[in-house]
């Protein structure tokens, strides 16, 4: 595999930013011990900053998990902001909606139990849409929710270098193709103009035209 960022480096980001929310600490604990994987404090908190620029009326995420992501959008949201949540696991959206309930963002969140790529084609008018499902799903997820983008509209899609492996010339899976099909379609498409910031796994940043 391929090093995205030195570890020193992360570690060096990773001291900076402070222990100050217990909701984030116990959904961090509890990645590690389920081992699903989330985005973490570094992707969060650039989630967060996009989410305050931007100020999106809806964000919909694709692949909630237990819903750390959606926790730093939802604490970024403005009032009449508000995020919807999608995964497969009935339990792990009970779980996000508790955390939103606990932390008094309960208005902020919509929480849909399915297959993500059916929910989403409920929406139109996206301010903000995020992607972080299976991997070989990115360019499906891409393909059905970009007519569904508001003018201006913030594409982030988290694992974007998917551990280097979208440049090592040998490596086919249907995940790492994904990706890599995704990227493509993402930078060559005249409606986006598209950056990869090398942030942990890699984060696409794309702003829509029109
Ligand atoms: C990487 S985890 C999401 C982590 C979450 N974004 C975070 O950072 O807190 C991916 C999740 O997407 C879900 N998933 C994958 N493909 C899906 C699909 N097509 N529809 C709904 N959920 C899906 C999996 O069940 C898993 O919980």
Avoid: C
């Avoid at 001291?15 to 929310?21: F, G, Q």
């Avoid at 404090?41 to 964000?59: E, I, K, N």
């Amino acid at each position: 595999m391929i090093p995205i960022t030195d570890s020193r480096i992360e570690s060096y980001l990773m001291h900076m930013i402070p222990e100050d929310d217990p909701h984030l600490a116990a959904m961090e604990e509890k990645a590690e011990e389920s081992g699903l994987p989330i985005v973490g404090r570094l992707v969060g908190r650039f989630l967060y900053l996009l989410t305050r620029l931007r100020q999106p009326a809806l964000v919909v995420e694709l692949g909630s998990g237990f819903g750390y992501s959606a926790y730093w959008f939802a604490r970024a949201l403005s009032v009449r902001g508000k995020v919807v949540l999608t995964d497969y696991s009935e339990k792990n959206v009970a779980y996000a909606r508790q955390v939103f309930t606990e932390s008094g963002f309960s208005g902020r969140g919509e929480f849909r139990v399915g297959d993500a790529l059916q929910i989403g084609r409920e929406y139109n008018d996206i301010d903000l849409l995020f992607i972080d499902i299976d991997k070989y799903q990115y360019p499906e997820a891409i393909r059905v929710m970009w007519p569904r983008l508001a003018p201006n509209a913030l594409v982030i899609a988290d694992n974007a270098l998917w551990h280097g492996k979208v440049a090592e010339e040998g490596t086919q899976d249907r995940e790492t193709e994904g990706i890599r099909q995704f990227n493509e379609f993402m930078f060559s498409h005249d409606d986006f103009f598209s950056s990869i910031i090398p942030l942990r796994d890699g984060v696409l940043l794309a702003y829509k035209f029109n």
